[in-house]
């Protein structure tokens, strides 16, 4: 009998915990501590975050692979693009080419360099029966679908393709199937169930369609013949992306009666729901590649979305983040500021009171009062540690006023901010800190002013590119994130700007728009949580999103009890969020927020 040493080269290796390098894939190791044989399998199944898109599209089109992808058509919001965008794996290129029929709800084959675009709808054709060639540089018409159609689906590659499916003027569903020979359609035996909004995968002699609209599980197989009815998804859902071939599929998003981020996996006989849904759930969205290695882009949520992702089979297991629940603060209040981490932070201000000077410290596990602020005020902004705070701005009437924390007592600092000044966003510390937005009086118009402090002056630095209040950001002084906010309108924004000690750039947006917010982290590694969306009547928000240092993704998971004008500090990793308003009551509530962390595919291994 061969033994482990003689196939792998060496013993089965003794630990007390089970090892966390990648290597450990497809090894055998004993666990001393839970004394069973275990090991790390490839195959877990994961979405994670690609490179956003430059324009945000639903019912988009797609050809390629998930490291050379090609995405065309849909709907901006502004009318129906024609835009081509190309995706290397890790980043969106939008090219100077574009379609020559903008469109909508079209349908797409081939690879990134060699695709097909047919069908559509357009409102100055309505329903579309253009084809149209792409050969890596440009789009050239060519002959045109037989059945004027949208919301096709096809299969296949740039010479050898199947279009099926899809909706009629004025709106009736069709199983019309179309093949393509690389010149001319040819209709040929149609699918047993109409249907639109569909999504498919293979090839133009073995394809599998799946889905559609109004919402169904249908799923149908072709052999290049005949379509035959097979087992149906377990998620009966339309527009929805899919990816892979026949006996290998992926069906992911769509709408069942809302936006769906559930994922199947099918192996020719049957379709398996994955515990693993996409982190932004979507309909209309473009969906290329195989089962093991799928790339998911655009779409609505419902609002127009650029986010990105990708499906992947690995021994890495990601853990999303998570909150808990931690000690309630001594005294209730909204529009406060905060400082520190999550075991060592620091409140003080905000309201009701109407003005509050309320001062309370937090050790991990309870909030102890602390001397109070010589000036009792809301709407404050706070940056720095919990024993070294800089208070700063405020209402009533608009403040300059900066107070110092020293760990023991606040102290007015003899120089104030440059402006009077509320509801701003900050970040750094005491000697080294940033602040930006806010409003002004009178008519608390939203401001995009910054200016940095070196623990004891202010000076004016460039402004934001975007005039906002009630922002947050995270960061130091020289590298800094700024994010959300309500706009002049009073209108909940999602931009996001990064500082890099001279100036601010526009960065991918929030998925999520909202002003109030809480945030943690650094200008690479951030958490936003928390807020309202516009108008900000009572319309609080829980939803939780992690910045990677180029995007945002929605945590699965958002804060316990939703609130907005809330408090946050600490980092990605280990965050904190405390008071805030849920439109009826100031809160006390603590959360604390362990932020997403990876993990190996640990399997026991058992004799039967």
Request: proline share 4%.
């Amino acid at each position: 009998m061969t033994t482990y040493k003689e196939l792998f080269g060496k013993y089965v290796q003794n630990y007390s915990t089970d090892p966390t390098s990648t290597d450990a894939e497809g090894q055998i190791w004993y666990n001393s501590t839970s004394g069973t044989f275990k090991t790390a399998l490839g195959g877990y199944k994961v979405w994670s975050s690609g490179g956003n898109m430059n324009t945000a599209r639903v019912e988009i089109a797609g050809a390629g692979t998930q490291t050379a992808a090609l995405a065309f058509g849909g709907d901006s919001g502004a009318g129906n693009s024609a835009a081509t965008e190309s995706y290397n794996g890790t980043s969106w290129t939008t090219l100077p080419a574009t379609m020559g029929t903008g469109r909508t709800q079209l349908g797409g084959i081939g690879i990134q360099t060699a695709a097909l675009a047919f069908g559509g709808y357009s409102p100055t054709i309505n329903t579309v029966a253009n084809t149209e060639s792409w050969n890596g540089t440009s789009w050239s018409p060519v002959s045109s679908l037989n059945t004027a159609r949208y919301f096709a689906r096809g299969t296949g590659i740039q010479t050898a393709g199947l279009a099926f499916s899809g909706r009629l003027q004025p709106g009736t569903a069709t199983a019309a199937t179309e093949s393509w020979s690389g010149s001319a359609w040819t209709s040929i035996n149609s699918m047993n169930t109409a249907r639109f909004a569909l999504a498919g995968a293979g090839t133009q002699s073995a394809a599998i369609g799946f889905g559609g609209t109004p919402a169904v599980a249908t799923t149908e197989s072709w052999n290049g013949t005949s379509w035959t009815t097979v087992n149906s998804l377990n998620t009966a859902r339309g527009q929805l992306g899919g990816a892979g071939t026949q006996t290998a599929a992926l069906a992911f998003g769509g709408i069942t009666t809302v936006a769906t981020g559930a994922t199947e996996s099918y192996n020719g006989t049957s379709w398996t729901s994955s515990p693993v849904s996409m982190a932004t759930a979507r309909l209309g969205l473009g969906g290329v590649g195989s089962q093991t290695a799928a790339l998911a882009f655009g779409g609505g949520t419902p609002t127009n979305t650029t986010a990105t992702e990708e499906w992947d089979q690995s021994v890495v297991v990601p853990v999303a983040g998570s909150w808990s629940s931690g000690g309630n603060m001594n005294t209730g209040r909204l529009l406060l500021g905060g400082a520190g981490t999550q075991t060592a932070a620091i409140g003080a201000g905000g309201e009701p009171g109407p003005a509050s000077a309320a001062s309370e410290s937090y050790n991990g596990t309870s909030w102890t009062s602390t001397p109070s602020l010589n000036t009792g005020r809301a709407n404050v902004a706070a940056f720095g540690t919990q024993t070294a705070a800089v208070v700063f701005g405020g209402t009533p009437s608009g403040s300059t006023s900066t107070e110092l924390w020293n760990g023991t007592s606040w102290t007015n600092n003899p120089t104030g901010y440059p402006t009077s000044v509320a509801r701003a966003g900050a970040s750094g510390t005491q000697t080294a800190g940033l602040a930006f937005g806010g409003f002004v009086p009178p008519g608390n118009t939203s401001s995009a002013v910054a200016a940095t402090f070196n623990g004891s002056s202010w000076t004016a630095v460039s402004s934001m590119n975007t005039a906002r209040q009630n922002l947050t950001g995270t960061g130091t002084q020289t590298a800094t994130l700024a994010f959300g906010g309500f706009n002049p309108n009073a209108t909940a924004v999602n931009n996001t700007e990064s500082w890099n000690g001279t100036s601010w750039t526009a960065v991918n947006t929030l998925n999520t728009s909202r002003g109030g917010l809480g945030g943690a982290g650094t200008q690479t590694s951030a958490v936003a949580f928390g807020g309202a969306n516009t108008p900000p009547g009572t319309n609080k928000v829980s939803s939780t999103e992690v910045w990677n240092g180029i995007s945002w993704t929605s945590n699965p998971t958002g804060l316990t009890t939703a609130r907005a004008y809330l408090a946050g500090c600490g980092t990605q990793a280990a965050g904190l969020a405390f008071g805030g308003y849920d439109f009826s009551t100031a809160l006390t509530a603590t959360e604390e927020f362990t932020g997403p962390y990876s993990t190996l595919n640990y399997k026991t291994l058992t004799t039967s």
